[in-house]
């Protein structure tokens, strides 16, 4: 095990690695393109906490998402923080939200459990779209202030890298720790955990709040990537894609949401540029998941190196 997690360091280091040589070829398109899979492999992250780890499939994680970038945004915009402040004052607020839901959510299970956080997650959303004077409502909040230091875009993309690398870490910490055993363990048998002593909704509400924490961060750094953030970021179909990131990268490894969330934000931009019948292909790839790749592109990546060591 202790080789597996070493393998899995060095491994990180080498993307890492590759990540800082991304603006070193030249390339703005790509500096940008790198820039919002970074962002939304985080928020992927996020849900596989949820998902993966707890069992808990929600419909409305793009709501922690939002408020995270709608807080940052008005803090920084509006009040004029420093970003010092604005960023962890803003993920402070989307903990603090899925702290408040998770409380409501935790006490109902399978498909009750993801109708509420569905619920809730539109709530998040009519309240964006409602309360103009804040959110600029469907016109969304735009011209956001920020910081000289980050305002050039290979400057945000070392600060997007530096902050989703140090996310991604305080996951993986978090993710393999006694926390994330015991996790496992309710997700695989509630009743047989809180037989032995566990409690089982403490841990599933810390386990919501991590996840919501963790997509507000993400959320922050897309309002500041985007310089603005709009009411679509709230609603389902948001929380829908990034469940399809989680799904195609593979629930049950802890990269897995990342490199799904790579290789589908990477299709979303290409396949745009072609034609504007995305959600059919969208709704195909999740359809060939679900009938072919159950354990996503790291459960195929398994099965085939599994059937190469039999050969040799």
Request: charged share 10%.
């Amino acid at each position: 095990m202790q080789g597996k997690y070493k393998a899995t360091f060095w491994l990180s280091v080498v993307l890492v690695a590759l990540l800082l040589l991304v603006p070193a070829l030249g390339s703005k398109y790509l500096v940008d393109l790198t820039t919002e899979i970074m962002i939304y492999a985080l928020f992927a992250l996020s849900l596989n906490v949820l998902i993966g780890y707890s069992g808990n499939i929600s419909f409305g994680h793009a709501a922690y998402f939002a408020i995270g970038g709608y807080a940052c945004a008005i803090f920084l915009t509006t009040y004029e923080w420093p970003l010092i402040i604005s960023m962890p004052a803003a993920i402070v607020l989307a903990g603090l939200a899925a702290a408040f839901v998770g409380y409501f959510c935790i006490r109902l299970t399978d498909i009750y459990f993801s109708m509420l956080t569905l619920a809730f997650g539109m709530l998040v959303w009519a309240v964006a779209f409602k309360w103009r004077g804040v959110t600029g409502g469907d016109d969304g909040f735009v011209g956001v202030a920020v910081p000289e230091f980050i305002g050039d875009r290979y400057a945000f993309f070392y600060f997007t890298l530096t902050v989703v690398a140090l996310s991604t870490g305080l996951l993986w910490l978090i993710c393999h720790s006694a926390f994330g055993r015991t996790l496992v363990a309710v997700r695989e048998n509630r009743m047989r955990a809180s037989f032995v002593g566990v409690d089982t909704r403490r841990l599933r509400l810390t386990a919501f709040v991590v996840a919501g924490t963790f997509a507000g961060i993400a959320g922050s750094l897309f309002a500041m990537y985007n310089r603005g953030v709009y009411v679509e970021s709230a609603f389902w179909t948001e929380s829908g894609q990034v469940l399809i990131m989680t799904l195609l990268g593979g629930l049950y490894s802890f990269f897995g949401p990342a490199l799904g969330a790579a290789v589908l934000y990477t299709l979303q931009v290409g396949i745009n540029q072609y034609t504007e019948y995305w959600p059919v292909v969208l709704g195909t790839i999740l359809l060939i998941i679900i009938m072919f790749l159950p354990n996503g592109l790291v459960g195929l990546a398994q099965k085939i190196s599994a059937q190469f060591s039999r050969r040799t």
